[in-house]
């Protein structure tokens, strides 16, 4: 039986690297970076895709670096008051079967890593960078930047954001850029100064900025987001989303909130993108997963989750259609398209609730207040997962 061709090793490739060996499939993972690696920063994980990775065998790993928040809370960036909360505790994982946690990204990919390292279906490999393909007889023809080439019997583009292989299926040019500035940083506990929501996940909603704080390592240390929306970028200008208008767009938060700055990096930031839902992205033998199929903001924290159940529904659909591959990706993109696509567009709506100003704060927060912390209709169709 040929081999499946798996165009990038992120948390996308390698999940469906994993979960197609799972199904007795042979899979060849081309990672164009020098090493298989994640940057260091923390992911949230919902109970949807808890059960992803339950059944790729690795959650228990998983979940062994994971700190488990007690409640995910929201809270007014200007006034530091709390909106509202989703209780994540026991009636949650009564009513979705799993915990919500959160985990270093290093430790999420690192174990998939580990358990593709350990199935002798799956063969992983760096510096292959995929430049081009051409379907030929029943195969796929893989070229790389280095000149290598290689045959399967199908291609998985899971390549990220600015996918190669999207290009060539559905060639609708480069993400939207959505002119949202991130900065990261993870810091030790004990320099972390206030630490009453520590056993949170909480995020903090204001005009054009918004901060997260939650603890990763079991609880040891504090990881730190803190978003703007640049005025700059809107504008036109030069330097969108610099250090100083970080500081600028916080300037009106509460001292509480701009005291937690500090634990942010400036060295490095990253603009977010997504796109628009596509229509399509299966060409023949070839087909697109996580990012490279439908990039999100990162407003409902779901992009891996999704690219996770797309590797899980992938493999299903692989295994059911036998050689048919076509047919079986055509299934594969039909049972993703809408969630995915729902995800794209709520995750936009929901950074343009969570960064408001003026009278749309004040109805915001007025509908927040009155939330009940045990009413899940929000989140429902998205946690109970598939
Ligand atoms: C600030 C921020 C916070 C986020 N928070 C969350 C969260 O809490 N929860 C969540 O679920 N998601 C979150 N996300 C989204 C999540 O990070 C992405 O959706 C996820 O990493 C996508 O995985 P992927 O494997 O599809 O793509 P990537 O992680 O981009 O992996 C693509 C891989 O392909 C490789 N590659 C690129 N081009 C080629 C090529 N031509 N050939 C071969 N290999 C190639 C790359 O080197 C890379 O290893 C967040 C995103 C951001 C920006």
């Given at each position: 039986m040929k081999e499946i061709l798996v165009a990038g090793g992120g948390i996308?490739?390698?999940?469906?690297?994993?979960?197609?060996?799972?199904?007795?499939?042979?899979?060849?993972?081309?990672e164009k970076a020098p090493e298989f690696g994640e940057i260091g920063y923390g992911i949230q994980m919902g109970p949807n895709v808890a059960k992803m990775l339950e059944r790729l065998g690795v959650?228990?790993?998983?979940?062994?670096?994971?700190?488990?928040?007690?409640?995910?809370?929201?809270?007014?960036?200007?006034?530091?008051?709390?909106?509202?909360?989703?209780?994540?505790?026991k009636f949650f994982r009564e009513r979705y079967g799993y915990r919500?946690?959160?985990?270093?990204?290093?430790?999420l990919h690192g174990e998939i890593l580990k358990a593709c390292r350990a199935r002798p279906e799956?063969?992983?490999?760096?510096?292959?960078?995929?430049?081009?393909?051409?379907?030929?007889?029943?195969?796929?023809l893989v070229s790389c930047e280095g000149g290598q080439e290689y045959e399967g019997t199908a291609l998985v583009g899971a390549d990220g954001l600015r996918s190669a292989v999207r290009q060539a299926v559905v060639s609708d040019g480069?993400?939207?850029v959505a002119g949202h500035y991130v900065y990261r940083g993870v810091v030790p506990m004990e320099d972390i100064a206030?630490?009453?929501?520590?056993?949170?996940?909480?995020?903090?909603?204001?005009?054009d900025l918004h901060l997260v704080q939650y603890r990763l390592q079991g609880g040891a240390v504090m990881n730190n987001v803190a978003t703007i929306v640049s005025r700059r970028f809107r504008a036109g200008g030069k330097d969108a989303g610099a250090p100083d208008e970080l500081e600028e767009t916080f300037a009106r938060a509460h001292p509480h909130v701009r005291e937690m700055l500090k634990y942010v990096s400036r060295e490095r930031n990253w603009v977010?993108?997504?796109?628009?839902?596509?229509?399509?992205?299966?060409?023949?033998?070839?087909?697109l997963l996580g990012d490279a199929a439908h990039p999100t903001l990162q407003y409902l924290a779901q992009g891996a989750q999704m690219a996770i159940e797309?590797?899980?529904?992938?493999?299903?659909?692989?295994?059911e259609a036998g050689e048919g591959f076509e047919a079986a990706f055509l299934a594969y993109q039909a049972a993703r398209m809408n969630r995915t696509a729902r995800v794209v567009l709520t995750s936009r709506f929901f950074g343009e609730v969570l960064h408001v100003d003026g009278g749309a704060r004040a109805l915001r927060n007025d509908y927040c207040r009155k939330r009940d912390p045990l009413g899940y209709a929000e989140f429902d169709r998205l946690y109970r997962g598939i």
């Open positions: 996308g490739g390698l999940a469906a690297a994993l979960a197609l060996a799972l199904k007795g499939r042979r899979v060849r993972v081309l959650r228990e790993a998983i979940e062994g670096h994971a700190f488990f928040p007690d409640a995910l809370i929201f809270a007014d960036a200007l006034d530091n008051s709390e909106l509202t909360r989703i209780a994540v505790g919500y946690f959160v985990v270093h990204r290093r430790d799956i063969a992983l490999e760096t510096s292959r960078g995929v430049a081009a393909f051409r379907e030929e007889k029943g195969a796929v480069a993400p939207r206030d630490r009453s929501r520590a056993d949170a996940m909480t995020i903090w909603g204001g005009p977010l993108h997504d796109r628009e839902p596509a229509t399509n992205w299966t060409q023949g033998r070839v087909t797309d590797a899980v529904v992938l493999a299903d659909r692989v295994a």
